[in-house]
């Protein structure tokens, strides 16, 4: 049992981030009932304006998230079709949680990402991936389909690449990972953590009221035509111009010092 009081997940504030590690090793992390009730607590016991700046999910032993556990899969095809039914809207859940998550989110990649795996990496912000990380939507090698997990990725990869990868099952690397842009840094496997810990680091020096809204602003600004979003963008900068952050932001560059915000004195 962790300390968070998890049997599938470890939960550690580590300085300004929130570190979230799936722990079922054994089994490549696959996602289990339990592991989605636990993720899905975990993400919305989460609340911004705190000391903690981002989240950091990431899988324990050799791979990040083989997908669904196959006992799971197996299991449910016992299951009637309402059972079914409140089973996959847990998951659906799990992901919402992951996706609106009110902190900015990053993702360790290693190992496998397979399936629901890929799904929790499209929902987080910034994906960093060692150089023999390993993806791939495999439920059609089920005979099912990547169904709760299409919204975030097709967002996140667009049409083409999902309309390849989601038919054929097919697995890929890293560098294509990166190309359809599912992950966002890739770096030798031995450097993982040290990148992962570079980005976090950014977290710390940008002011975090700003830091957290910026995806509610992305999710309104996305696909609107600029000239029907000059009014509400006008009025959202006129608004944080005057917050107290803008306020220290602009007084700090122009006084060369650090920001109020910055954790631990850097810069």
Request: with cysteine; aromatic share 6%; charged share 20%.
């Amino acid at each position: 049992m962790a300390e968070s009081g998890f049997r599938h997940l470890l939960v550690e504030r580590k300085g300004p981030a929130l570190h979230v590690q799936l722990n079922r090793p054994a089994v490549h992390n696959a996602i289990n009932p339990e592991l989605v009730d636990e993720l899905t607590a975990c993400l919305t016991s989460v609340s911004a304006g705190g000391e903690v700046r981002a989240v950091l999910l990431s899988g324990a032993g050799p791979s990040f998230c083989a997908g669904a556990d196959l006992t799971w899969m197996r299991a449910a095809a016992d299951l009637s079709y309402e059972e079914n039914l409140a089973d996959a809207r847990k998951l659906t859940g799990m992901l919402a949680a992951l996706n609106w998550c009110p902190l900015p989110t990053v993702a360790r990649a290693h190992g496998a990402s397979l399936g629901a795996g890929v799904g929790l990496l499209a929902c987080c912000d910034i994906v960093v991936a060692a150089d023999d990380a390993r993806f791939g939507f495999s439920e059609v090698k089920l005979g099912i389909l990547p169904a709760v997990v299409a919204p975030y990725v097709v967002a996140k990869i667009g049409e083409s690449h999902a309309r390849a990868l989601f038919a054929s099952g097919e697995r890929f690397d890293a560098q294509r990972a990166l190309q359809i842009g599912l992950v966002h840094h890739v770096v030798p496997a031995d450097e993982l953590d040290a990148a992962v810990e570079r980005i976090l680091h950014e977290f710390t020096t940008s002011a975090p009221g700003a830091a957290a809204q910026a995806r509610a602003l992305i999710r309104r600004a996305k696909g609107e035509n600029p000239e029907d979003a000059q009014d509400w963008t006008a009025e959202l900068l006129a608004r944080l111009r005057t917050t107290a952050e803008a306020r220290e932001g602009v007084a700090a560059f122009l006084e060369k010092r650090r920001p109020s915000w910055v954790v631990h004195g850097k810069e």
